[in-house]
């Protein structure tokens, strides 16, 4: 007779192997990193830029570059574009992060060749016709209106505005902003960002000699740099207001976002303290939602999270909440920040959230894309792959001391800046 | 091509096995034939409600989670109008816990009044969180009505009302368990660095003793054809006029569903689309317009949504986008046309193949089509499209008396 209340027997998670890029230094002196494995016959290749130096006067200037790349060239409008990509089943993607800002090319090998001239085309001769650039405008006032009564999004944005005022990080826009926009600003950012020497090209999927000879030969030599761009940064604006309540009379339910500036991934304690997220907010069964989703069901969701920027990193709580329920809500938020500060962990609990991180790193590794996703995230934090296995080691070895000393150093309330956006 | 080897234990399981050894991990999908669809239309919400309690203990294990967790594995669920579908993934060195877990919910759930109790506060959170707390968020609760007057399609998945939510009964759960949880309307999908031979003794193991149950025979009222254009203005707290069109198309399985998703890709897919080209930057008129299907297994809904740039009428821009769906009945599509979005089909079906899970899902997804191997036949079915077949689909969809529309007026 089957027992059902005993737990099958299970394996700890033993070693877990990245797959290490190749690399070559194009004669450009850009660096070009390739991830081969796979069994489909498709790429995807990113094009990574260092954003240059934030300017708060024109705050939407790398915003507006990135997003208006496949507006159109010289050569080609921005309908050309588009057909070409869309004709051969690929996908052209630009995004902007805090740091960098990038070009994705997702493509299936044998239409490779003719979606890497457009690549080519666009990084280097973008022109950001005025028609189109009004179009953005207008398009983009549009949708932040619409963003502007999501109090989620209100939420995020005075939070990071009061974490990290005056860069990139913390950058708010207001619908003016766009209206400022120049096209001749433009160019003269586009010019300078977008050169090989300030590009990380990475590849990822099934590449051959073939492919890797199509993608050296559209973006070696031939791509030429013309200054020295300047990546350096402008420092913070500090603030002294920790408190920020936005008031919606008419709410069913407020956003929430605390947190506070943090180590970055370069840091020796960021693994172990990535347990100690992981306890509080980082995972379905973590202390919040256990708490004020599934003991109180004052929300549908509550998470914390730890983000790492190239000179700072940053730890955040975030949920929404019923709008009869916010102080609830803070005061419950409140009380398990102090418990992991002052309660050892139980080993059953310890153990738990190790397996469970081990397991969702094994996860996370899906495919080669996840592969050059986790070489990402050591490379531009200026570490190496053996990373991971500092990582693992620090979750495996990580102890319940450990976990209190890390939460009482770096986990201060009362320090947090703190954002409701609803009633309270 | 998703390789996979099938069998089905007495009870009536179906188990589906897809061999990946490219990866360290395992996936366990289970598919139960029950969707909003299926819900008595005075308690609705209540398949996507059960969802969530299906996490609150099975009879004999306590929690869910944390044996999962504690093993290294993830999971989650969705509900959709058609199916519930749960997954967990997991290394595959583990395997057997997600079978002990997912036998045992299937066997039979705790009913615990205090989850309930707590789910129900969930799930009104999640509906003020995603449905009214938000510009536009209230939309389907809208337009489903509109678009429907007989089917079950005409209530959201979270439900038409909050009150349904909070009335619910635990008597009323496990009734519902009854009727739709057991072996004869599940599938399950196994994949990912697992052996079929492995995957049998486990699963004759966990689910062979569950009883067969009864099997679930839906019987719902098919929706009429529509013969009149309908029409709802509103008007709401919302920063932009927003207009949104639905037509019926034909259901899942039908020759003609396949014509109409390319027809939405030849209207709004990528940046070279009909739509976003004439609308949004020739004429621009819209700041954001969508076309898509509600990929629903009875008749559904192509849905066009947009919004005007401020200063330009609701019917200016909404006579456009006639104007668009008028060339579509009118003039053939050219050849090239055509084949940009066939190949865009093509390159998304080689890019799912990425993913353990998604393949994992899509199996048991057309395995209640009727065969998983319908999957692999999904590429060559919009391959076989002609222009001819494009003109004639879009007449059929693109008449007055098919379309729902529905208006938001910023206040």
């Keep these: 007779m089957l027992n059902r209340t005993i737990t099958p027997q299970s394996k700890a998670i ?18 070009f990193y390739w991830l081969n494995s796979g069994e489909q016959e498709l790429v995807r290749i990113e094009w990574i830029f260092n954003n240059l130096r934030f300017n708060p006067e024109k705050p939407l200037l790398n915003i507006a570059v990135n997003t208006m790349l496949n507006d159109g060239t010289s050569k080609m409008s921005a309908a050309q574009i588009a057909d070409a990509i869309d004709y051969y089943g690929a996908f052209l993607q630009v995004d902007y992060g805090f740091d960098h800002s990038q070009v994705t090319l997702y493509c299936l090998n044998k239409h ?19 028609k189109e650039l009004n179009t953005f405008i207008r398009n983009q006032q549009q949708k932040l209106r619409v963003s502007l009564q999501k109090n989620d999004f209100m939420a995020r944005r005075v939070f990071n505005k009061s974490l990290f005022d005056g860069t990139m990080y913390g950058i708010a826009p207001e619908l003016d902003d766009y209206a400022q926009l120049q096209r001749a600003d433009m160019l003269a950012y586009f010019k300078q960002m977008y050169q090989p020497d300030n590009c990380t090209l990475i590849a990822a999927g099934k590449i051959d000699d073939d492919i890797l000879k199509e993608i050296t030969s559209c973006f070696g030599k031939s791509w030429e740099n013309n200054s020295v761009p300047d990546i350096s940064q402008p420092g913070f604006k500090e603030t002294e207001q920790l408190f920020n309540y936005i008031e919606k009379p008419d709410a069913l339910q407020s956003a929430i976002r605390l947190g506070t500036k943090l180590i970055n991934r370069a840091h020796p304690d960021f693994p172990a303290l990535q347990v100690v997220n992981t306890i509080l907010g980082g995972y379905f069964g973590s202390r919040l939602m256990a708490n004020i989703r599934e003991d109180k069901g004052y929300t549908y969701g509550i998470g914390s999270g730890m983000a790492s920027m190239r000179t700072t990193g940053s730890i955040f709580i975030a949920t929404e909440v019923g709008a009869d329920v916010t ?6 938020i409140e009380k398990e920040i102090n418990i992991i500060k002052t309660e050892l962990i139980s080993e059953e609990e310890l153990s738990l959230v190790k397996n469970y991180m081990l397991g969702s790193l094994l996860g996370s590794l899906e495919n080669v894309f996840s592969h050059a996703d986790k070489f990402k995230n050591v490379h531009f934090s200026g570490l190496e792959l053996d990373y991971y296995d500092r990582y693992t080691e620090a979750i495996r070895t990580v102890t319940a001391k450990d976990v209190l000393r890390l939460a009482d150093q770096y986990l201060n309330f009362d320090q947090f800046q703190k954002v409701i956006v609803g009633k309270y | 091509m998703v390789k996979f080897n099938r069998f089905t234990l007495d009870n009536g399981l179906r188990v589906i096995v897809h061999e990946d050894k490219t990866t360290p991990m395992a996936v366990l999908n289970i598919l139960y034939d029950v969707g909003a669809r299926d819900e008595d239309p005075e308690q609705t919400g209540f398949a996507h409600l059960f969802e969530h309690l299906m996490f609150g203990g099975s009879v004999n294990i306590p929690s869910y989670d944390e044996p999962l967790q504690r ?28 079978f002990w877990l997912e036998s045992d919910r299937m066997l039979s759930l705790a009913f615990s009044e205090k989850s309930l109790e707590v789910q ?6 999640e509906f003020k969180q995603r449905y009214l707390n938000q510009p536009y968020g209230d939309v389907w609760l809208k337009l489903r009505p509109l678009a429907y007057k007989v089917h079950p399609y005409r209530w959201a998945t979270i439900g038409k009302e909050l009150k349904h939510i909070e009335e619910a009964q635990i008597d009323d759960v496990k009734a519902f368990f009854k009727k739709h949880y057991n072996p004869q309307n599940a599938i399950m999908v196994v994949g990912g660095d697992v052996d079929t031979e492995q995957v049998k003794v486990l699963a004759e193991k966990w689910f062979g003793s569950i009883p067969a149950g009864q099997k679930y025979h839906r019987d719902l009222p098919q929706e009429p054809v529509q013969t009149e254009a309908r029409r709802q203005v509103v008007s709401a707290r919302v920063p932009l006029n927003g207009l949104y069109i ?54 559904g809904m192509l849905v066009i949504d947009g919004k005007p740039v401020s200063g330009v009428s609701i019917e200016g821009a909404e006579a456009a986008i006639w104007e668009e769906l008028e060339k579509l009945k009118n003039e053939i599509v050219e050849a090239n046309e055509l084949t940009k979005v066939k190949n865009k089909t093509e390159s998304t079906m080689m890019f799912s193949e990425m993913s353990l899970l998604d393949k994992a899902m899509n199996l048991a997804f057309f395995e209640l089509l009727g065969d998983a191997e319908l999957l692999n036949l999904e590429t060559s079915r919009y391959l076989a499209i002609t222009p001819q077949h494009v003109q004639r689909q879009a007449r059929h969809l693109f008449r007055k008396q098919n379309s729902s529309t529905l208006i938001y007026l910023a206040e």
């Design chain 1, 14 to 31: 033993e070693h877990i192997k990245l797959i290490a890029p190749g690399f070559i230094q194009l004669e450009n002196n850009c660096n």
């Design chain 1, 112 to 130: 490779l060749k003719h979606a890497l001239p457009v690549v080519r085309d666009i990084l280097t001769d973008s022109v950001f016709p005025e």
């Design chain 1, 327 to 332: 102080r609830n809500a803070m005061n419950e």
């Design chain 2, 71 to 98: 093993v290294g594995g993830e999971n989650n669920a969705f509900t959709s109008n058609d199916i519930t579908n749960y997954y967990i993934t997991l290394p595959a060195v583990n395997i057997e816990t997600a």
């Design chain 2, 120 to 125: 129900r506060n969930v799930v009104m959170e």
């Design chain 2, 246 to 299: 639905a037509f019926h198309m034909p259901g899942r399985t039908d020759e003609e569903y396949y014509t109409t998703d390319l027809i939405s890709d030849l209207l709004s897919r990528g940046n070279s689309s009909r739509l976003y080209r004439t609308l949004v930057k020739d004429k621009q008129l819209f700041s954001e317009i969508h076309a898509y299907t509600t990929e629903s297994i009875d008749a």
